[in-house]
Nanobody, 112 residues
C-alpha cells in the first residue's frame, strides 16, 4: 500500500521557522506531483505549495510566496516544506498529498 507520513509541526513565535517533512512509502515521489495543503480552524483546506516529481516545477499560494520553499529529496523519498517568517495566520494543520493519498497532518501553531 502507498502512504504519506508528514511531520515536523510545532509551536513557534511569529517570525520563526519550521520545516515539515513528508515521507512516501509504496511509491516513488519522483514520479508524481506532491502538494502541501493546510486547514485552519473553521476554514476550508487550501493549497499551499506543490512540486513536480522531478522538482523542476513548483507552485506557491500567494499568501506564502517568498516565505515557504518546497523541495524534494528523491534518495529519501521525502518532500520538505521549509517555512520562514511564520505568521499567526499560518496556524493550521498541514497535510501532504499525492493524488488520492494524504498524510495524516501535522499541526503548526504560530503565536506569541
Amino acid at each position: 500500500q502507498s502512504h504519506l507520513v508528514d511531520s515536523g509541526g510545532g509551536s513557534v513565535q511569529p517570525g520563526g521557522s519550521l520545516t515539515l517533512s513528508c515521507v512516501a512509502s509504496g511509491f516513488s515521489l519522483d514520479s508524481y506531483a506532491i502538494g502541501w495543503f493546510r486547514q485552519a480552524p473553521g476554514k476550508e483546506r487550501e493549497g499551499v505549495a506543490c512540486t513536480s516529481g522531478s522538482g523542476d516545477n513548483t507552485y506557491y499560494a500567494e499568501s506564502v510566496e517568498g516565505r515557504f520553499t518546497v523541495s524534494t529529496d528523491n534518495a529519501k523519498n521525502t518532500v520538505y516544506l521549509q517555512m520562514n517568517d511564520l505568521r499567526p495566520d499560518d496556524t493550521a494543520v498541514y497535510y501532504c498529498n499525492s493524488g488520492r493519498i494524504w498524510g495524516q497532518g501535522t499541526l503548526v501553531t504560530v503565536s506569541s
